[in-house]
Structures are given as C-alpha cells and as structure tokens.
C-alpha cells in the first residue's frame, strides 16, 4: 500500500525527501541534506526526522494540494488535526512520546510513565479497601445509608476494579522492556502514540471517578446528618477555591454596567445638544426691532395718502 501511494503521488509531483516533523505539519520540507535538519524543523526548534525507504527512490513525499488522498482515505482537516494533537498533549504525555529521539529522553519519558502507573496502583489499592469497608456497612448502622449514596460506592468499586486491572496489564506488559523497545511497542498501527497515550491514562482516570464517587458518598451522607453545616461548609470551601474567578467576574459586570450607563449618559447629552441647536436656529432670521420699524413705516405711508 505504501509502495502504491508513493508512486502515486511521484507522478503528481516531484519527489522530495521530507521528515515526519513536516510530514505531520503538512508542510514542504525545506531540507539541506540528509545528515542535517530541514529549515522549517529548525526555525521550530524541533529535531528532523526523514522518512526513507529501503531503495532511494521509494521516498516519501509531500504535496502542496494537501486536500489529495492517494489511498482514497478519510483524512481530519489540519485544524482538526492540531486540535487534536493539543488535546492529547494537554491530557497525556503524547508530546514527550513523540518527540523522545535519544535514548535518555526515551528513558526519562519511560520513567514518568512507569511512576504514574506506580501511583495509580498505590491509589486503586487504597480506594479497593476504602470500598470493600463500605460495603460491609449494615442498614442500620450510625448513618443512614441511602439509593444515591449505594450507587456512589458500587460506582468506586468499579472504577477501583477497572483501574486495577487497567494498571497491571500495562505494568506486567512495559516493567520490564528496554527504553528503545518500550517505544517501539508503544506505537500503534497507525505508526504514532496517540492511542497508547490515551489508554496509558486510563488508571489514572479510574483513581479520578472512583475518588469523585467516594467523596459524593461522604457528601451525601454528611448531608443527611448535617444539611445546614454541609452547604455552609461546601459554599465556603468553593468560595475561597474560585475567589479569583468570582472577583474578576465581578469586575466584568460592574464595568460593563458602568460602561452602559455612560453609553446612555452621552448618547442623552448629543440628543439635548442637538434639541438645543435646532431650538436657537427655529426664530425668524429677523432683527426683535424689526417688527416695530415696518409697523411705523406703515403710518407715514398713511399720513402721506391722506
């Protein structure tokens, strides 16, 4: 297949060298040679990676029309694709798996995930006993127990469960591998890391919902006992949590009500002036003695007829 898209796509234009930087950027490679970085990847700061085959004709090459699919595939937009790319990147450590090129980025990248799953195992195992003591509570016990807050531990001990599992399957499969190897295993069929940086989360997210789900639990049965001390308690808590956020919300409103106020303010004072401009040009253009002169001319002109 790969062979078949290169062919294709030599006959629609020229063939050119170009490395997975710019490949995934879908820009044109701006390359000196095959020992040093293109320029595009080096005004990115970024290392270049070319993409060769076995013989030196069968290249990969890029094209200027990116909206061409030699393979007649479905391709994401551009936009969609960084999208993507930053979404994953914000969330995992997509980033760091794909731009590890020695072995001691390799390692250290390694590493940050092998102490992540660490962590998550410790949590799940912590949470697994939390759950199983709370499902030994008796219906009549201290607290009472309720349909919600029944759902909020069957809810942790399922992502307790699935965290766990989760968790030894990627420690038992990427203990023991070598940096060099664990990167080549981590890659997927599409040949990147996205999907293997998404599931390598997965414990992480377990210990997420079944702690969300235990302290919906505590809530709950806390609010049956005290309901008035629980919202003060939570409202304060979220208050001085998002203080920030509701002072500068704040500031926002004020000022655009401020803002309007003045729009009316001005837009009043424009309408008076302009009242006040049509008011002083509405008298005759006359002199005020004006009239009195015509009025004596027509008595003389009186007194001379008669």
Not at 74 to 100: E, I, M, N, Y
Not at 110 to 118: A, G, M, P, T, Y
């Amino acid at each position: 297949m790969a062979e078949k898209t290169n062919a294709v796509l030599r006959q629609r234009r020229p063939t050119r060298p170009i490395c997975a930087t710019c490949q995934m950027l879908k820009i044109r490679c701006e390359y000196k040679n095959l020992e040093d970085d293109c320029e595009s990847c080096k005004s990115k700061g970024v290392g270049c990676r070319y993409f060769q085959s076995a013989a030196p004709t069968e290249v990969e090459v890029i094209l200027e029309d990116i909206g061409f699919d030699a393979t007649n595939e479905p391709r994401l937009p551009l936009g969609a694709k960084r999208l993507l790319v930053k979404f994953l990147s914000s969330c995992s450590l997509h980033s760091a798996l794909d731009a590890a090129r020695t072995d001691s980025e390799c390692d250290q990248v390694v590493e940050d995930l092998k102490s992540k799953w660490r962590n998550a195992r410790h949590w799940v195992l912590a949470l697994a006993t939390i759950d199983m003591s709370l499902f030994a509570i008796d219906a009549q016990s201290l607290f009472r127990i309720n349909s919600f807050s029944r759902k909020a531990i069957a809810t942790s001990g399922i992502a307790t469960f699935l965290g766990f599992v989760c968790g030894t399957w990627f420690w038992g499969r990427y203990r023991s591998l070598q940096p060099r190897e664990f990167m080549t295993r981590a890659r997927d069929i599409y040949g990147s890391y996205a999907f293997f940086a998404l599931s390598a989360r997965l414990p992480s997210l377990a210990v997420l919902i079944s702690m969300s789900a235990l302290g919906a639990f505590v809530v709950c049965v806390a609010y049956e006992t005290l309901p008035v001390l629980t919202i003060v308690l939570g409202s304060i808590f979220f208050i001085m949590m998002g203080l920030q956020f509701i002072i500068r919300g704040s500031e926002v409103f004020y000022g655009s009500i401020l803002e309007a106020f003045l729009t009316a303010a001005r837009w009043i004072q424009q309408l008076r002036d302009k009242a006040r401009r049509v008011a002083i040009r509405a008298p005759s253009d006359l002199p005020p003695d004006a009239g009195e002169h015509s009025q004596a001319d027509g008595r003389a002109r009186q007194r001379e007829s008669s």
